[in-house]
């Protein structure tokens, strides 16, 4: 059991001493004792009271301290709890205790607890929710489309967002759905179904002390299906709905209890429909199973431990839990079947062996694509860079299977993505990585100015041999051969130089001869200290700093270096980049 919250976000909560009673709203409220009514400051916001025992004697009859329609519970202890309601002097049916979420009972006053089974029960928490009707946003209804169900948002639920209490977070892909039971009461009126939403949403952040709702989408028994946890109902956010197991999952509550008796067949078939759709989005098979790993490990697996589930998972598949109901759970496999069946033709498991890793400026390392297609059909695969298509592959069948070479003639630096595409499905598309941008270095091929000593073959290698200049100022002149294409120097970016003096410490000037205005241009200076390099790099378009050698198959470079004084050069190199 969490511990309980304080003040948070703009709720009041106060602790009563003698029933150690906490009581908190979603709007401002005052203080209550019990059987007292709080008077809210601002209408329409959901209230919680939480009583506490650490010692249990059940049976055990409570008062509320308002009227309420929710009742939650949580206790320590392998011990079972039920629970009715009532109003007057007419009681609900014994529910089962639940800790996933709070019970709906309908208006009541008061409750009655018993123990079910033989285990203790201790530290027991009852959590008194009243969560009045609203008038439905006009705006909060998403459509259904010809694969997803329609979705009522978090502000047609009436979502208060004041009460989130930090950020979404997000998995790097969703890979499985949880799927769920609220262990409450099956028969509710469906137009209270978003009074119960928003119920479980102050229970959890109220009670619980999590950030949110925990689960990612809820369905209620007339099969309407509601937007769950912040964040985006296509991005894959993290919930708290599967201890261990939150991250690369989605949650999906059913509203009732289904252990002996399954969902309605609207509630059925919406879950079929947002599993095919949502999955669909991952490009994840719903009849799959998946590798996941646990990094904080809860009461069955400890930390690291990796299972291979279904891609339409239970709760009880994870947890110590008979969540989501056993008539319930044994439906799966076939929910799962059927939602593979909707929509196709579709595109399932898209991966990528390999990664972006420059071997040039024209190549990378070879990349493997696969995918499964849910039936034989052409296909094309595209890589595409900050440039446009580098490559493409076309090819037929139910499987993708093709590995790039990765050689192009130019593969300049930025973000790559790659598409996998087949006649009526929905297209992959994914992030490949990002290239650093490329650069070519280009030796001297010959050397003149005031030389005092040296010559071509001491500026290649930084191995002591060197060349000196004379003179104040001192000034020598490179020209250097870049082994590029005509068309990858035609694409550079940047075009730059770089010495490395072994004496003195001085400010060298660094020019480009400029080809097509037959002049020098400044490409910047930069301090030349004993046994460091100095580099200067200047913008370049359309090759302009540069002349193509046809026999040579290179770029021809010229760079004037000079300097108030004389210069001690061991290395003299060409840049371009892109």
Sequence with gaps: MQGYPGAVGGEVCQSVRRWRLLICAAAIVSAAVLGAAPAMAASGGVRIANVTRDRVSLPLTLRGPWRFQMVGLRWRG???????????????????????????????????????????????????????????????????????????????????????????????????????????????????????????????????????????????????????RYGGITRPVVGAHARGFNTGSAGIAMIGTFTSTPPTRAARRSLRELIAWRLDLAHVDPTSKVLMTTATGNERFPPGTRLRLRAVSGHRDTGATSCPGAALYRLLPRIAASARRIGLPKIFNPRVKGSLRRLGQDGVAPIRFRATLSATAAWTLTVRGP???????????????????????????????????????????????????????????????????????????SDGHVLVTGGEPSQFVTTDHVDLTQAQF??????????????????????????????????????????????????????????????????????RYTAAGPMTVDRARSTAMG
């Design 387 to 461: 440039d446009g298509v580098v490559a493409t592959r076309n090819g037929h069948g139910d499987t993708v299977d093709w590995t790039w070479p990765g050689a192009v003639p130019l593969l300049a630096g930025g973000a790559y993505r790659w598409t996998l595409a087949t006649a009526g499905a929905r297209p992959v598309r994914l992030a490949l990585g990002t290239l650093p941008d490329w650069g070519v270095a280009g030796v001297p091929v010959s050397v003149s100015g005031d030389i005092a000593s040296g010559g071509v073959a001491d500026l290649l290698a």
């Design 78 to 228: 392998s011990g079972q709890v039920e629970v009715r309601a009532a109003l007057g002097r007419t009681w609900t049916r014994w529910l089962p205790g639940s800790q996933e979420a709070p019970a709906w009972v309908g208006a009541a006053g008061r409750v009655q607890l018993r123990r079910s089974g033989s285990g203790p029960v201790h530290r027991l928490r009852v959590s008194f929710i009243d969560t009045p009707p609203q008038p439905a946003a006009g705006h909060g209804l998403m459509p259904a489309t010809t694969l997803r169900p329609a979705i009522i948002t978090r502000a047609g639920w009436g979502a208060n967002e004041s009460l989130r209490r930090g950020p979404p977070e997000y998995a790097p892909a969703l890979k499985m759905v949880f799927v769920h039971h609220t262990d409450t009461a099956s028969l509710y009126p469906c137009s209270d179904s978003a009074r119960i939403v928003r119920g479980i949403y102050a229970y959890h952040v109220l009670a619980n002390g999590w950030n949110d709702i925990g689960y990612n989408f809820l369905i209620d028994r007339c099969g309407h299906v509601f937007e769950g």
């Design 490 to 559: 035609a694409a550079a970016t940047m075009v730059g130089a770089s010495l490395r003096t072994v004496a003195g410490d001085q400010v060298v000037t660094i020019e480009l001869w400029d080809y097509a205005t037959s002049s020098w241009i400044s490409a910047g200076s930069c301090r030349a200290v004993a046994d460091n390099r100095c580099d200067v790099l200047i913008g370049a378009s359309q090759g302009q700093f540069g002349q193509w050698l046809p026999g040579a198959s290179a770029i021809e470079v010229r760079v």
